[in-house]
């Protein structure tokens, strides 16, 4: 057999059908759902007159929609309420397993499939969400869909789909210290630019990955659509099945055995040939912020902000981004006054993010007219940073502990940036408008948001006294 890459034996051991021309048929091993697509999704099921094919494959919980105020219930953001009664109806009529408000495994979607074993090594994930990608850290399969693709994987546990290029970045050497997966994220995107993985599967791969803990791979492979990819892969290693081992949902005794048995094989092989590679020195990484509306706009941050000439044919952007920005060229990033800091996302909500933010605060207090939030990805993370006393550090630094969910990143829940303030988000996207109309959002690290929260500036949390 040919040399294979790890995308390619994930790929080929779901083809039900080759339909040629690149085309497959795939089996869906696991379907997340939320509360957005996750209501329409079942009642376009049922005006359809279509059965639920495996009901034991599909696991829902609401996340993006529901209010992360602390004390809220479903309907405390109404428009949330909806679509949260909407899902947990249709998932309680169909048989799925629905993860409801304030119990164990509610949370954001990719935070709460992994942190379960819901999502194991080598499975096909789908969920309606581009950031679905993160699952790949652990070595699934993983990518979001769309709504109507959503209820073919209902009806028949398939999807038909055609198989991308592969590309490969190595991360050689290793990261400093005080650099985070985040910090390699938004430097490769900065480097490589938001397009540069369209079209691609990406493996993130070399010495510098390897080095990276579990949760900071499902980091990594997060931002993989950041690059234009809807695939992330990190293939799995002893650290992937020390952490998957004890799960809620894993196998256990001698089938968890025989599975790790199946993971040690998924590995690119040496002599694997993809369509594109690239190399990162790992070493060269530091503390990494966006300056502008896409994620490719980041900088190192003890850089100055760029002139929009030096972009070349998106000079015109950039400077379109500066002046939503409300910031001039030249000037060093750092020191740049912020109004809001959001501690949370499918990106930098896990409890490893929750405690390197929580290290650079320490006994400090949050700065004057800075409102911080910390919002735990799910329940358990909740629960598990609460028994190490991490909700009274923020609470008395003057960080707001909030409810699980997706709250300030998307904004799709009545908890937004105002107009013309200035945000540092552990979140994935600083889009215009990503976080309410007119905010202006600085992608970052846990630490980096936490030493902006307690400066009062974007600051470089290697530097705080």
């Known amino acids: ?15 039900v059908q080759d339909l040629g021309d690149g085309w497959a048929l795939l089996h869906i091993d696991r379907h997340l759902m939320h509360d957005l697509g996750g ?33 809220r219930t479903a309907s405390t953001f109404p428009l949330g309420g909806r679509l949260h009664a909407a899902l947990r ?50 070595g699934a399969l993983a990518f979001g869909i769309g709504s109507s693709e959503s209820v073919h994987v209902l009806a028949t546990q398939t999807l038909r789909q055609q198989k991308p290029r592969r590309m490969r970045i190595r991360c050689e050497g290793r ?61 799995p290693d002893e650290s992937t099945i020390a952490w998957v081992r004890g799960k809620p949902w894993a196998p256990e005794g001698a089938a968890f055995e025989a599975a790790a048995r199946d993971w040690r094989t998924l590995a690119s092989d040496a002599d694997a040939v993809f369509d594109r590679e690239v190399s990162i020195d790992a070493a060269q990484v530091r503390p990494t912020v966006t300056w502008g509306t896409s994620p490719e706009h980041a900088i190192a941050i003890d850089a100055c902000i760029p002139e929009p000439a030096s972009l070349g044919a998106r000079a015109e952007e950039g400077a379109a981004a500066l002046a939503y920005m409300g910031l001039q060229p030249n000037a060093p990033i750092a020191g740049t006054p912020i109004d809001w800091v959001f501690i949370g996302s499918c990106a930098n909500s896990r409890l490893s993010d929750l405690r390197a933010a929580a290290a650079v605060v320490g006994s400090r207090k949050v700065a004057p007219g800075v409102n911080a939030w910390v919002v735990p990805g799910s329940e358990i993370v909740k629960r598990e940073a609460e028994a190490e006393g991490l909700h009274r550090l923020f609470i008395e630094a003057g960080f707001q502990w909030r409810e699980p969910g997706c709250s300030m990143c998307v904004a799709a829940n009545g908890e937004q940036v105002p107009p013309g303030q200035r945000s540092v988000s552990t979140s994935n996207r600083n889009f215009v408008g990503r976080q309410g109309p007119g905010a202006r959002t600085h992608l970052a690290s846990p630490a980096v948001a936490a030493a902006a929260a307690i400066a009062g500036c974007i600051t470089d949390p290697r530097n705080l006294a």
Do not use: Y
């Open 1 to 15: 057999m040919a040399a294979r890459a790890l995308f390619d034996k994930l790929w080929d051991a779901h083809v």
């Open 39 to 71: 209501g329409p999704a079942f009642a376009e099921l049922a005006r359809r007159g279509l059965n639920l094919h495996d009901p034991e494959l599909t696991f829902a919980t609401a996340d993006h929609a529901v209010s992360s105020k602390p004390g």
């Open 89 to 138: 109806d249709g998932a309680r009529a169909s048989g799925v397993r629905f993860f409801d408000l304030g119990t164990a495994g509610q949370g954001i979607v990719h935070v709460m499939g992994p942190e379960l074993g819901i999502v194991l090594p080598g499975l096909s994930v789908v969920c309606t969400d581009s950031h679905t990608c993160t699952n790949g850290g652990l």
């Open 175 to 235: 990261l400093g210290a005080g650099v985070t997966a985040k910090d390699l994220a938004l430097h490769i995107i900065g480097r490589l630019g938001a397009a540069a993985g369209v079209g691609h599967a990406i493996e993130f791969a070399g010495p510098a990955v390897e080095a990276l803990e579990v949760e900071a791979r499902l980091t990594l492979c997060n931002l993989a659509v950041e690059l234009g990819a809807r695939f992330g892969l990190v293939a």
